[in-house]
């Protein structure tokens, strides 16, 4: 089992916060990732009504357009490699394909495999399928939904990727919801539960004057001043 500065009730309560919350914490805790380590792009997201998925970042690489030029990955090594250890899982896949989710990786099958291997979800730039037919409870947060897997198959694994502007290494803590994804430093998994109280009191100040009968733009001033900064 690897030594961690974090344990999964630590991940559980990060869980209870959206992703676009677990940024504003990281702003505090962690400065200079203000504007890196998050999703950039718009992404379709299977079940929007699911709770964010927090694990530990499986990286791997795949494409599609064309069948394999060279000895292809071996899919069986790449499930031993996302098999759930001490703690769940999470697929980073990056499609490096000029035509990025041409053929799907992602379907019934896939999901239904990861499911069983311990993994919660996948945060992916390529495309996915079978949406009806997709294992229950196994989130996705990917680039598109498509028909067809086409020529699709895995170029290499457990080295960083880049999904959306995401850099993401194996064991990277990851959090995803509807939004998009962010990488959470692992340092700074149990910092953040007091960072987001401070950045909710701050906003708290704001949202209640603008709620309260009598609004004015003088006490909105007042409320900014007291707040001190506040995106």
Not at 26 to 33: A, S, T
Request: with cysteine; net charge negative; proline share 7%.
């Amino acid at each position: 089992m690897a030594e961690r500065p974090f344990n999964q009730s630590d991940l559980d309560v990060l869980a209870q916060w959206d992703t676009p919350t677990i940024c504003n914490g990281l702003e505090i805790v962690v400065p200079d990732r203000r504007a890196i380590g998050f999703t950039t792009e718009p992404m379709v997201c299977l079940d929007p009504k699911a709770k964010p998925i927090v694990g530990l970042a499986r990286v791997g690489m795949i494409r599609a357009t064309e069948p394999p030029r060279s000895k292809v990955t071996d899919r069986a090594d790449w499930y031993d490699y996302v098999a759930r250890v001490d703690l769940p899982t999470i697929a980073v896949l990056q499609d490096i394909d000029g035509r990025i989710g041409y053929g799907a990786y992602w379907g019934e099958v896939q999901s239904t495999i990861h499911k069983a291997l311990g993994s919660i979800g996948c945060v992916t730039n390529g495309s996915f399928r079978d949406l009806e037919m997709w294992a229950p409870g196994f989130q996705m947060i990917g680039g598109r939904v498509g028909p067809s897997h086409a020529h699709v198959h895995m170029v290499d694994f457990a080295k960083p990727v880049n999904v959306f502007g995401m850099h993401a290494a194996h064991d990277d803590v990851i959090h995803a919801d509807y939004h998009g994804a962010v990488v959470i430093p692992a340092d700074a998994v149990r910092k953040l539960p007091a960072a987001i109280d401070l950045v909710s009191r701050r906003e708290a100040v704001i949202l209640d004057v603008c709620k309260a009968p009598g609004f004015t733009p003088a006490k909105l001033r007042e409320a900014l001043r007291k707040s001190g900064e506040i995106h």
